[in-house]
Nanobody, 118 residues
């Protein structure tokens, strides 16, 4: 079955760190992105990584967050450092699925809650 699952969220003090994981089952991740949504806000893009390993970040997290992947584990990570209260949100992983070398769909996880307190 094609699925994506996030983990690693939790409650952390401002200035602290968390590492989120996104593990896919039933397919190989060909590229991925992290998104977040705070209550009352639209879902926003946070970071992305291509199949070739190129990364991009939203300005709000640049220099603090790092996206990476482990092909052997079919997992994408989001290392979050220097967390701020504004980072509080549900974080979602979007993983790309391909067939015959062509992208066919994005598979979304259910999300993991990150709460930053002070």
């Amino acid at each position: 079955q094609v699925q994506v699952a996030e983990s690693g969220g939790g409650l952390v003090q401002a200035g602290g760190s968390l590492r989120l994981s996104c593990t896919a089952s039933g397919f190989r991740i060909t590229g991925a992105g992290w998104y977040r949504q705070a209550p009352g806000n639209r879902r926003e893009w946070v970071a992305s990584i291509t199949s070739g390993g190129a990364t991009n970040y939203d300005d709000s997290v640049k220099g603090r967050f790092t996206i990476s992947g482990d092909n052997a584990k079919n997992t994408v990570y989001l290392q979050m450092n220097s967390l701020e209260r504004e980072d509080t949100a549900v974080y979602y992983c979007k993983a790309g699925r391909s067939r015959l070398g062509r992208p066919i769909e994005d598979v979304w996880g259910q999300g993991t809650q990150v709460t930053v307190s002070s």
